[in-house]
């Protein structure tokens, strides 16, 4: 069997912590040196007979054990290495909100091969570069999800990038092979290295398309554990994932990771309408959820006219995007919940309200680091440090925040500082208590109800209809969704419509959530003293 050691290429352009820090994470009882895999088999060993997939009657996977859970990820990873895969490998990985996306999981992280996780509402764009940019030699996805078919999707990105070879299918494959043909019996898995990549996540995408984020076994697994700890997860606790779970609030913080690590139940929607949620919180018990601003706001007002019993609820995080101060009082009066506040991001620093906070702190922050191990720092333009309660931009180092993106030496030596701080681009004060307020981003990202919309990336798209001459796009507040894309055009030719905008960007491969829900027009757009677009003046104008 291919041992990790002769197959590094993986680690070609990933950019690992400095020996000596990650020397001190590891004596300083951060960093477990255990494979993220191992997760599962400690809560097999522990609770075995614990149900941990829970599902309606009928639905894949539901009430799988521990124990069974544990055999069918062993298994799925045998069936990948039978298949040709190696340790070292990627895997793009985009599958809805459905139970089997964890023993697929876990049989790529027991394989040492490495997910790349996308969201279902990634497209042609986004698929294509991260699939190129992984060099990944497999894809798995759903046959469909609603109207889109993700094996017309795979075709397309087997024709574009040469080092794909398998298409691994949850339900009808079509011309592709049967995910549920590849697991198998086997003996011993190959050892997987703790400090070595186990998995990559996809960045919100702040400039030009979405960058990957190489997250190691040591890292993710503190990520998830001690997450689970500021929560207090439990073997009784029910987990809902509301949210797309290849993100990293549903997966890791402490989502179903964090679950599984304290042996807990993990329930799946797809659909997280007050509707479909709420039956399945009541149906199953469901203790602990996320969700993202614009959905706790539906929520709180969803409870006027559903009728469910949500009594089982005890904490609803909510973060992703900034919550409303007004939002924020209203959650625990209409859902009688707990309300966290979780301000964290894919490149590893996440803050939390904490139980033991005052009702004020929870409504009015966006919580502290979770680890005594980050090191946060607020700066000003020149990037001085400043003062406590005064804005600036938020630079963080820590036992769980990257050290630069993956294969991206050139963006990474902007976005870090040259001792190794992230340089996150939101905007915070920071209280004497170390608990962070947001109060906006740097980089030009349009947060779209939790979804990050690049500018640049959507710019470039408009560019390219025909008889535009320049395009720029601007986030507008939005009272739902904190802010709506708005796309700006200098045109020649005749103005298209919204619809013919849309119809055009769709076909060019582009996510639903990046598609403008505006459109105007001008004669000329403002320029900054260098000549950039002025997108300061550009919203002033709206
Ligand atoms: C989470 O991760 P990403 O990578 O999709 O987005 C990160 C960015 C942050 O840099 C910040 O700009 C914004 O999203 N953000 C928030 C926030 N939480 C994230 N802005 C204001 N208030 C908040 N509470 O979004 C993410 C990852 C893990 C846990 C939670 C959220």
């Not at 964090?258 to 199953?284: K, L, Q």
């Not at 993202?292 to 995080?317: F, I, K, M, N, Y």
């Amino acid at each position: 069997m291919t041992s990790l050691s002769t197959a590094r290429d993986h680690r070609d352009g990933f950019v690992p912590f400095p020996a000596e820090l990650a020397k001190s994470y590891r004596q300083a009882g951060y960093w477990a040196g255990r494979p993220l895999g191992e997760l599962l088999r400690d809560a097999a060993r522990q609770w075995p007979d614990r149900i941990a997939l829970l599902g309606d009657p009928g639905t894949p996977g539901a009430g799988a054990t521990y124990a069974d859970l544990d055999t069918a990820a062993d298994r799925m990873a045998h069936g990948l290495l039978k298949l040709g895969l190696a340790p070292g490998d990627r895997v793009v990985v985009q599958l809805p909100n459905v139970l089997e996306f964890v023993p697929v999981l876990f049989g790529l992280l027991r394989a040492g091969i490495i997910p790349v996780l996308t969201l279902p509402a990634h497209r042609r764009a986004e698929i294509e570069h991260l699939t190129r940019l992984s060099g990944a030699v497999a894809y798995v996805i759903a046959d469909r999800a609603g109207d889109f078919d993700y094996r017309a999707l795979a075709h397309q990105v087997c024709a574009a990038v040469p080092t794909l070879r398998h298409v691994l299918v949850l339900g009808d494959p079509g011309a592709f092979t049967d995910l549920h043909s590849v697991p198998t019996p086997g003996g011993a898995l190959p050892e997987v290295d703790a400090t070595d990549i186990a998995l990559m996540l996809v960045s919100g995408g702040t400039t030009g398309l979405p960058k990957l984020i190489a997250r190691t076994h040591d890292d993710y697994y503190y990520n998830a554990t001690a997450s689970a700890a500021v929560c207090e997860l439990r073997p009784e606790d029910v987990y809902l994932a509301t949210l797309p779970v290849a993100h990293n609030f549903p997966l890791s913080c402490p989502g179903i990771l964090g679950t599984i690590a304290t042996g807990g139940g993990m329930v799946f929607v797809t659909d997280p309408s007050p509707e479909h949620a709420f039956a399945a919180i009541e149906r199953h018990g469901v203790t602990v959820t996320a969700v993202v601003p614009p959905l706790a706001q539906l929520w709180t007002a969803a409870v006027e006219w559903e009728e469910a019993d949500l009594g089982s609820l005890r904490l609803l995080q909510v973060g992703g995007a900034r919550l409303a101060e007004v939002n924020a009082r209203e959650v625990r009066p209409a859902l009688n919940v707990r309300l966290q506040q979780v301000f964290g991001m894919a490149e590893g620093l996440l803050n939390y309200t904490r139980f033991e906070d005052s009702d004020e702190i929870v409504c009015t922050t966006q919580g502290r680091p979770l680890s005594p191990a980050d090191e946060v720092r607020v700066v000003d333009a020149e990037g001085n440090d400043v003062a406590d309660g005064e804005e600036g931009e938020l630079l963080t180092r820590g036992p769980y925040t990257l050290r630069g993106y993956y294969r991206a030496p050139e963006h990474n030596s902007r976005a870090f500082t040259p001792d190794g701080f992230y340089r996150s681009g939101d905007l915070v004060r920071r209280l004497p208590s170390g608990h962070l307020m947001v109060s906006g981003r740097i980089k030009d990202v349009i947060n779209r109800g939790g979804e990050n919309v690049s500018c640049d990336e959507l710019e470039e798209h408009l560019l390219a209809y025909p008889g535009v001459r320049h395009a720029a796009a601007v986030g507008l507040p939005d009272d739902v969704l904190g802010e709506r894309v708005c796309a700006v055009l200098v045109v020649e030719a005749d103005m298209p419509t919204l619809a013919e905008i849309k119809t055009f960007l769709t076909e060019r491969g582009l996510a639903t959530y990046k598609l403008p829900d505006v459109l105007r027009q001008t004669d000329i757009l403002p320029i900054t003293a260098v000549g950039k677009i002025d997108k300061k003046a550009l919203r002033a104008a709206r």
